[in-house]
């Protein structure tokens, strides 16, 4: 047996499986998220630690065995800063946070966006390491006194549970790795003004690196001192992994709180495309990686308008009934994040809006209209990223299937839905165990439970709809850029 715990963003998640992939138990527990009102976003170390500790508890109660590992995953980018011991020097910042936006749009009109993207692939957005340290290097320096390591959440758990400072590649990947070679970037560091702050990057980890638990850790979660714990890789690859992602070219499209689009690449795949967004995130296998696009789009953006309107998810199939493809011309742009968009495209200041409304037009189509922007994003994502194989879908929207369909027809393309909503923990389980040198059969694994085939009658439609999509959105960055100006 093999506890996996996925470290969500507001929710933490473990299942325990066997040697076939069957789950065997699961709990969840739900974290604190601070928000505030000029963008900050925060968590707290001791609170995310306590969940984890509650989950692993409750999972290894129910299925009385000794589990031989305990695999992490969870969320990536923000800044965790910690001392030698694993405190934290301040709050964690969330990669939701906005506080680093000036120097992003800064960073933008320099160049210095541009630099980083061709030295490592991948684009800044205000919840990335690169900016935040640079915004606490001018505004908190003392954090960054006090501070040993600049982590993230995976790896700040690990610290408490083992009392190594470690971080997996792939969240190393973003901003500062060349992911080919599984190393810093120098230029890219010094771009950002960072150079004298590379003391608090940890060399990352051998990919598959077994730590152990010390004794505040056992005692943490109840089990013994000295068992296997693996930290990675984070949640986007980890939930490629659960979900069988395999051949170069192959997708996954995870509808969370945020739209994860990603796309399996030879190491060797070009970088480029229209502009610096995105990220290349190292994998446990060397020789691939993955061309994620990470949509800070999502279900948020839904659950908004229909707590808006009163509503909630369980009313989403009858409302997506109620209004037909197009929502008879109501359409929308799905960013409501308080750090703007980042990818396909980085703009601090994208924000949403809704067209076509008039006195007829119903709750249903102003719904409709979301949840196709939502999918139209994910189409720009996969067009960003190369998706040209099959295409695995995971993730709480998913879970509806009349927006499944509205995903299926405007990307026109079918999507493979496993019965399992926790890819994440599935994959950090696949990783430990062939850590631990078992061989594992991925078919048997991330089975496929169902299929949601595209309509082709309105594929012409939805084309159109996508053409209409981003010249509003391309008219809105002008827009955005003017406010911006002024």
């Known amino acids: 047996m093999i506890i996996a715990v996925d470290i969500g963003t507001s929710l933490t998640k473990a299942a325990s499986f066997d040697e ?87 960073w933008q009109g320099t160049g210095i966006s541009r630099r980083v993207y061709e030295r490592t692939g991948n684009g800044l957005f205000p919840g990335a390491q690169a900016p935040l340290l640079a915004y606490l290097r001018d505004t908190e320096p003392e954090s960054l006194d006090k501070a040993v390591v600049a982590g993230y959440c995976v790896d700040s758990v690990l610290h408490v549970l083992t009392g190594e400072i470690s971080v997996d590649a792939s969240d190393a990947s973003v901003p500062f790795l060349n992911a080919g070679a599984r190393s810093y970037d120098q230029e890219a560091l010094a771009a950002c003004g960072l150079t004298d702050h590379q003391r608090l990057l940890p060399k990352p980890a051998q990919p598959r690196q077994l730590f152990q638990l010390n004794a505040a850790g056992a005692e943490l979660l109840d089990l013994p001192t000295g068992l296997p714990v693996t930290a990675g890789p984070f949640d986007l690859p980890a939930c490629a992994i659960g979900g069988g992602i395999q051949q170069p070219g192959d997708g996954l499209l995870t509808v969370g709180t945020t739209l994860a689009c990603q796309v399996l690449t030879d190491v060797t795949e070009t970088r480029e495309h229209a502009e610096p967004s995105g990220m290349w995130l190292c994998t446990p296998d060397e020789d691939r990686l993955l061309h994620g696009m990470p949509a800070m789009v999502g279900t948020a953006s839904l659950d908004w308008i229909l707590d808006l309107f009163g509503l909630t998810s369980a009313d989403l199939g009858a409302l997506l009934d109620e209004s037909p493809p197009g929502a008879h011309n109501v359409s929308a742009l799905p960013f409501l994040a308080p750090g703007g968009e980042r990818a396909p495209f980085v703009d601090p200041r994208a924000s949403g809006q809704l067209s076509g409304v008039r006195l007829g037009t119903t709750r249903s189509d102003v719904v409709r209209a979301v949840c196709e922007s939502v999918a139209y994003a994910a189409r720009h994502c996969f067009d960003a990223a190369g998706l040209e194989g099959r295409l695995v879908a995971c993730g709480g929207g998913t879970r509806s299937q009349p927006w499944a369909q509205v995903f299926a027809d405007i990307l026109g393309r079918t999507l493979h839905i496993p019965d399992d909503p926790g890819m994440g923990a599935r994959g950090a389980a696949i990783t430990a165990a062939r850590a631990l040198g078992d061989s594992v059969d991925i078919r048997e694994w991330t089975g496929v439970n169902r299929r949601v085939t595209p309509n082709p009658q309105v594929r012409d439609h939805y084309d159109a709809g996508y053409r209409r999509y981003r010249d509003t959105l391309e008219a809105s960055r002008e827009l955005w850029r003017n406010t911006a100006g002024g």
């Open 20 to 106: 076939h992939g069957t789950i065997l138990a699961e709990a969840s527990e739900q974290s604190r998220l601070v928000h505030y009102p000029d963008g900050r976003v925060e968590q707290d170390l001791d609170d995310v630690v306590s969940t984890v500790a509650t989950v692993v508890r409750d999972v290894n109660a129910r299925t009385a065995q000794r589990p031989r590992a305990v695999a992490l995953t969870g969320q990536g980018d923000g800044l965790w800063l910690r001392d030698a011991d694993g405190r934290p020097v301040r709050p964690p910042i969330s990669w939701m946070d906005g506080r680093a936006a000036g120097i992003v749009e800064q």
